[in-house]
């Protein structure tokens, strides 16, 4: 074997390194397994069966395929597997890539391999802060500065540094005792400084590289739980916007009442009780579309009382294979408002509001008309213009459906001067056989999916 070919053959080894650890981060259940936060002893057999089984059988690809030398990453698995799983799993996993070897008489590479799984698995627990095993890099050459410069005057062992010089140390004996018995134990070098440097900066390049690709797993699975609480912080937020105006407005028509019909406001006053209710069940974020209904019932009797009978008419027009669908909590409400407020309080004779629902290509058509005033500019530009106006409403709920269901959920208004306002949305059907709590969880998973 000459200095060329052994350089080809390290190449390669990183690239099986790299290749093997991109197909285990690829696996649902490994980083499961990889990442949980305690393991316990049956996950823990798992993550090193699930780890060794790969690099295993390229040590048995070593002694089937001719020049495949660079497939046996045994020795550097079970460092892998002790630092990333401790004592108990740094043995066993370098016992186990190390059964092809033993059937093939090389009778030391079991015991070098679990040895080397068990130190790195006890190095592992010197770790105060385990970011620094996900941090881990071949290029030490700074935080060997780092290290010096900090322990002129504190000293302490920087676990980094150790790290590195343990693998040092551990190829440094396995070479030493492959040296004393060629037979018993394989390793891939040359006798030569430059080929020396070249294995022992392979050797932490192929444990650094597994590593780094896990991390950056990691790192892509924390986004996604940063962004999902991201997107509840920012649904919270835009329904804290409608719950105090929507308040404040049914307040003062309980306000009405107190006076002249008490008993009538004691009967209301338990309507809104039921309303602040769900106001403040922030876990019913998602609801069926007659629970929906029925919380916009209990606004519009309130309304009713207000505006009277004559001045306020409500017709509903539901298909019965709606009801069931689930939808975002307090969707409808925000839009009856609207409709009351500034399409039929500036009518002197009042008027109606119908609301619709229908199934349409695969997604819920819901539609709230009223035949009030209508709208002499359209919804974006009236809410620059009012501070509390018709088109606050109207932006939240478009935002909301944006937040939820990207382009699939669509609010669409068409309104003319004194012939009144048709708001119509289209959502898309969620999983009827989840709970709402299901539903929530499942949105917002699909929503904060960070694709690779």
């Known amino acids: 074997m000459d200095l060329e070919y052994l350089l080809i053959q390290l190449l390669l080894k990183m690239g099986v390194a790299t290749a093997v650890a991109s197909a285990l981060g690829r696996s649902h259940e490994f980083k499961k397994l990889l ?17 060794c089984i790969p690099f295993a059988l390229g040590v048995y690809f070593r002694f089937r395929v001719k020049n495949f030398q660079c497939a046996d990453l045994g020795f550097e698995a079970a460092i892998l597997v002790g630092v990333l799983g401790g004592r108990v799993a740094g043995t066993l996993g370098g016992a186990i890539v190390s059964l092809p070897a033993l059937f093939y008489g ?31 890099s071949p290029f030490v050459d700074l935080s060997i500065y780092r290290w010096v410069k900090r322990n002129l005057r504190h000293p302490r062992i920087d676990w980094q540094t150790a790290f590195f010089l343990i ?49 950056l797993t990691r790192i892509e ?13 920012r649904l919270d937020a835009l329904q804290s916007q409608i719950n105090p105006h929507f308040l404040f407005n049914t307040l003062n028509s309980v306000s009405s009442l107190v006076r002249f019909d008490p008993d009538r406001a004691r009967e209301l006053i338990v309507k809104l009780s039921k309303i602040l209710r769900r106001l403040l069940g922030k876990h019913d974020e998602f609801v069926q579309l007659r629970e929906e209904i029925e919380f916009v019932d209990d606004y519009l009797d ?14 509903k027009h539901l298909d019965p294979e709606t009801l069931d669908i689930v939808i975002p909590a307090i969707l409808l409400q925000p839009l009856v408002e609207n409709s009351i407020k500034h399409g039929l309080a500036p009518k002197i004779d009042g008027g109606s509001i119908t609301l619709r629902s229908r199934m349409q290509d695969g997604k819920l058509m819901i539609q709230v008309e009223d035949d009030g005033v209508g709208m002499s500019a359209p919804p974006a530009v009236a809410a620059e213009h009012m501070g509390s106006g018709r088109g606050i409403g109207m932006l939240n709920v478009a935002e909301r459906l944006h937040v939820l269901f990207g382009d699939e959920g669509k609010i669409t208004v068409r309104s003319r001067d004194g012939q009144g306002t048709l708001v119509m949305l289209e959502i898309p059907i969620l999983n009827t056989e989840l709970p709402p709590q299901g539903a929530a969880a499942a949105i917002y998973a699909a929503r904060s999916n960070i694709r690779s």
Not at 35 to 51: G, K, M
Not at 181 to 203: D, Q
Not at 305 to 310: A, C, E, M, P, T
Request: glycine share 4%; charged share 20%; proline share 4%.
């Open 35 to 51: 990442f949980a936060t305690r393991r316990s002893r049956e996950r823990n057999i798992l993550f090193v069966l699930f780890t």
């Open 221 to 233: 699975m924390k986004l996604k739980v940063q962004e999902r609480l991201l997107l509840e912080a």
């Open 302 to 315: 309130i309304e009713v009382v207000r505006f009277g009978r004559d001045k306020l008419r409500v017709y």
């Open 167 to 215: 693998i040092i140390a551990l190829q440094a004996g396995r070479l030493m005792l492959q040296y004393a018995t060629p037979k018993w134990l394989w390793v891939l070098y040359l006798p030569s400084p430059v080929a020396l440097l070249a294995v022992f900066a392979t050797v932490v390049a192929t444990i650094a590289i597994p590593i780094k690709i896990w991390n």
């Open 106 to 136: 090389e009778w030391l590479t079991l015991p070098v391999n679990a040895a080397a799984g068990m130190i790195a698995g006890s190095l592992r627990h010197f770790c105060r802060n385990e970011e620094e095993i996900w941090t881990f």
